[in-house]
């Protein structure tokens, strides 16, 4: 089994490159590092609503560039800043996944850069 890393530049707050690839591709899964809510280098302002949704579009770069869908997602790991962003969290990501969800765990953390969310997934095609 080979392994595919979506390395590329990770840029992080302020332009640091960060340790780490975007994604990593094997044996038809694919598992994407977490993303934050973060646009040329800067977190968006907003509230949970506006940040999950800027978290899903660098999600699905990486989905795309790999050349899978949010169908092929099985397993979503969230992180929130705050709890009370729960509900709104939950409207976002419906969204996303509308009729057939991914399983899930969403905690609450204090996050590495100052935004309101952290979501990393696992997605998988038959390699056949």
Not at 74 to 98: C, H, I, M, Q, T
């Amino acid at each position: 089994m080979s392994i595919k890393r979506y390395a590329g530049p990770v840029t992080g707050v302020g332009g640091q490159t960060m340790p780490f690839a975007r994604a990593t591709e094997a044996g038809g899964f694919l598992y994407v590092s977490g993303q934050t809510p973060m646009r040329d280098g800067e977190i968006v302002p907003g509230g949970i609503e506006v940040q999950t949704r800027q978290t899903f579009a660098n999600l699905q770069a990486v989905l795309d560039e790999a050349g899978y869908t949010l169908d092929d997602v099985v397993k979503v790991n969230a992180w929130l800043d705050d709890p009370r962003d729960f509900s709104g969290f939950n409207r976002v990501f419906k969204e996303y996944f509308e009729g057939r969800p991914p399983a899930r765990s969403t905690v609450q953390s204090a996050l590495m850069v100052d935004g309101k969310v952290e979501i990393d997934l696992i997605a998988y095609r038959d390699p056949a």
